[in-house]
């Protein structure tokens, strides 16, 4: 009968509002760090960020502590689609699934602040991101970063002399280790989670870290003296899984770019702003030794033809180009 019919769509479209509430989108991110560093503020940001642009039912479970592994795991999760969603990754942690990528963040790429800035506020990056898009299906929605990376070691390494055979971590992308073998140090790649060990056990001497995570993992434990050799100020892109993404919802997709956007400029902000902040707490706390290096302009002319070579390999010379007369 017609009241049946009625009952039953009624219960019907009960259902589906009740099966629709539960199922709220559920989007996974993953830090390596507590609450209090920048990238998982920033990430809280987003998702923030994100609820304020979508109006559907979206909800966000942020694993921190790399409760889900590092960097490098991360990179593979995401270009799969499985375990996470989002996360902020250093460009060259992503080397070996899009290989021009760490051309982003290579040591002595900005001037400045003022460059980076500038750089990160335009487009110029586009090509980079159109080739991570390609290679690896994972997205670019916005760019957080802005610490600045000094040497980090067990004994002081105050200028060219003492870097000559210096053993030290850097991360994966090849031309991070090309850079620092062209100042004369030995590098070696090694995962994130296992340089504090490597260091206590004199595997290596040393590695390379901005203030944010040093402080947050205590780093200064087993490296004391932070030599300012100021290399790179970090560019790091807020990224979300291409196969996870394609499958969301059109307006969830564009406020997801917009949040992106926004939760960037605020993680920027921060980590610039908090990093010289950071080095005085540590310093303060005697935790750390700072030091300047000595020569330490003469750093950019020794890595400059190591940088143009890179940059022809992956057909980027305009790019570069580009990117240092920003
Ligand atoms: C710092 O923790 C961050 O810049 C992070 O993005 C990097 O992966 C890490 O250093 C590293 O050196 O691997």
């Known amino acids: 009968s017609v009241k049946t019919l009625v009952k039953a769509t009624l219960v019907g479209v009960a ?20 609450d209090k560093h920048t990238f998982t503020k920033t990430m809280v940001k987003f998702g923030e960020l994100v609820e304020k642009h979508y109006d559907g039912d979206v909800e966000f479970d942020l694993r921190l502590n790399s409760e889900l592994g590092v960097e490098k795991d991360y990179v593979t999760f995401l270009n799969q689609g499985v375990a996470i969603d989002y996360t902020i990754l250093a460009p060259s942690n ?34 980079l991101e159109k080739e991570l898009s390609d290679k690896a ?34 991360m994966g992308a090849p031309i991070q280790a090309q850079i620092f073998d ?34 947050n993992l205590k780093f200064y434990e087993v490296a004391p003296n932070v030599t300012l050799t100021g290399h790179t100020i970090t560019v790091r892109p807020i990224v979300f899984s291409g196969k996870k993404f394609r499958k969301l919802p059109a307006k969830l997709q564009e406020a997801i770019m917009q949040a992106g956007k926004e939760a960037g400029a605020f993680g920027r902000e921060l980590e610039s702003r908090e990093d010289a902040i950071k080095l005085k707490e540590m310093s303060d706390a005697k935790q750390i030794i700072v030091s300047e290096f000595e020569g330490r302009e003469k750093l950019l002319d020794m890595v400059k033809p190591v940088q143009d070579k ?15 007369s920003k």
Do not use: C
């Open 15 to 34: 259902i589906a509002a009740f099966t629709s509430s539960v199922s709220a989108e559920t989007l996974r991110g993953a830090s390596m760090f507590d």
């Open 94 to 127: 992503m080397a070996r699934f899009a290989p021009s990528i760490p051309l982003m963040d290579m040591p002595f790429l900005f001037r400045d602040l003022e460059h980076w800035n500038t750089a990160l506020g335009s487009d110029v990056m586009a090509p």
């Open 137 to 170: 299906d994972i997205v670019i929605v916005g760019y957080a970063g802005g610490g600045t990376r000094n040497l980090l070691s067990k004994n002081p390494v105050g200028n060219l002399e003492e870097l000559k055979g210096h053993k030290m971590r850097v």
């Open 182 to 215: 062209a100042l004369g140090a030995a590098p070696s790649a090694i995962a994130y989670n296992e340089v504090y060990n490597a260091i206590q056990t004199g595997v290596i001497a040393g590695f390379e870290n901005e203030a944010a995570s040093i402080q």
């Open 310 to 324: 890179f940059a022809e390999s992956i057909e980027a010379t305009e790019l570069l180009k580009a990117i240092r």
